[in-house]
């Protein structure tokens, strides 16, 4: 059993770290007040490997796997989870295209993702009335000649404004999941449009839109695998998305920790600093036990799918309890700052806002126990 990361792990890991660190870290602040996507930060992210960083070479990718993602991912995190939620729907897209995509789709598409070139990738499965129940899906896309006419709405699209692809899920067959088929979808497309920016309590530099389809005309090419199989290929893409989520939610916590940790050094209460009172010191150690416990989770089904073993399971695991864990921890550190955390001036402020979707997006937490108990009970 080994638990040191590789050389090459350590080295994307600490390229990832010295970028949050030295690019991200001084403007997240104002990323945040001024709800502004980072489009500059995000292609120079890109420029150093981390758009595709489980994709192979040929496509541009730094084909590091999974372990070194999860590692890289929870470093921007840690500097700017808006950042970071952007990089990790963004790989997931890459990685879609590359195990369903037809090789002239992997060309025309990836390289685009992992230059740079496109601004970002994103995932149009969630609906108005179809979040974590896909089978009611109302969106269709039905044949017409040598192409598809797709029409119906998207919901929650995060980058949906700013991908230069976008997979996109409709109903092409009968009801349920079965009648499911993804597509790829284009900006600029006759009938299809961006909706406005969800005004959101946190990850205000991540724009969230909905997607309107009216009548918009694909080509044959744009179907991303196989005719009513769309939901295999969403299932698979969350599994993975959810290990993005987990290291998007404990870097969010690790900032949290450090910070909270030399704020109570400097803090003084009663002409002591407030760290060496036992319920200050408590309150610390219950942060890092739990962040360690996620960490392994994630870093096992992480490994998971790098060794190409089933991980749904694992995943979940490490998504519900990373996530409910980084949220607990956000809180603690924000009890700890008293009336200090409350104001802007502290990032736990904006730690806390952040931190708080991760237990719904990519799956609730309520979804990941049913993926939990399934695998159990069979």
Same mark, same amino acid.
């Given at each position: ?79 700017? $989870? *808006? +950042?970071? #939620?952007?990089?990790?729907?963004? =790989? ?8 369903? &995509?037809? %090789? ?100 205000? $530099? *991540? +724009?969230? #839109?909905?997607?309107?389809?009216? =009548? ?8 991303? &695998?196989? %005719? ?151």
């Amino acid at each position: 059993m080994q638990f040191e990361p590789t050389p090459e792990q350590l080295l994307v890991r600490d390229m990832a770290r010295d970028f949050a660190r030295r690019e991200i870290l001084p403007v997240a602040a104002a990323l945040d007040r001024d709800g502004r996507f980072p489009a500059e930060i995000l292609a120079r992210l890109a420029g150093i490997g981390m758009m595709g960083v489980n994709i192979r070479e040929e496509y541009g990718g730094a084909q590091a796997g999974p372990v070194a993602y999860v590692m890289a991912l929870a470093e921007i995190a840690s500097a700017c $989870a *808006s +950042t970071a #939620v952007t990089m990790s729907v963004t =790989n997931m897209v890459a990685e879609v295209i590359q195990q369903f &995509g037809t %090789e002239e789709q992997r060309r025309r598409h990836i390289p685009r993702i992992t230059s740079g070139e496109y601004a970002a990738g994103a995932f149009g499965l969630s609906e108005p009335g179809a979040g974590s129940d896909p089978g009611s899906m109302t969106t269709t896309a039905r044949r017409d000649g040598d192409g598809w006419i797709l029409n119906g709405q998207k919901a929650w699209i995060t980058s949906g404004d700013r991908a230069g692809v976008i997979v996109v899920w409709a109903r092409t067959g009968g009801p349920g999941t079965g009648g499911l088929s993804a597509f790829l979808v284009e900006p600029g497309t006759p009938g299809f449009e961006a909706g406005r920016h969800e005004d959101k309590m946190g990850l205000r $530099a *991540s +724009t969230t #839109v909905s997607l309107h389809f009216d =009548n918009c005309r694909l080509p044959a090419g744009a179907l991303l &695998g196989e %005719e009513n199989r769309g939901f295999r290929i969403a299932m698979m893409a969350l599994d993975g998305g959810r290990l993005g989520i987990s290291a998007q939610a404990l870097g969010i916590a690790r900032a949290a920790i450090e910070e909270t940790t030399a704020y109570a050094k400097e803090r003084r209460q009663f002409g002591r600093p407030i760290a060496d009172f036992q319920a200050i010191q408590w309150m610390l150690a219950d942060c890092v036990a739990e962040w360690d416990a996620a960490w392994l989770l994630l870093l096992r089904a992480a490994w998971l799918k790098e060794q190409g073993r089933p991980f749904s399971r694992e995943a979940s695991m490490a998504k519900v309890y990373a996530t409910e864990r980084a949220n607990a921890i956000c809180a603690r550190c924000f009890q700890i700052h008293g009336g200090y955390g409350y104001v802007k001036e502290y990032p736990i402020e904006r730690h806390l806002r952040d931190v708080r979707v991760t237990t719904i997006y990519e799956g609730t937490s309520e979804v990941q126990r049913v993926v939990i108990s399934r695998a159990v009970l069979k």
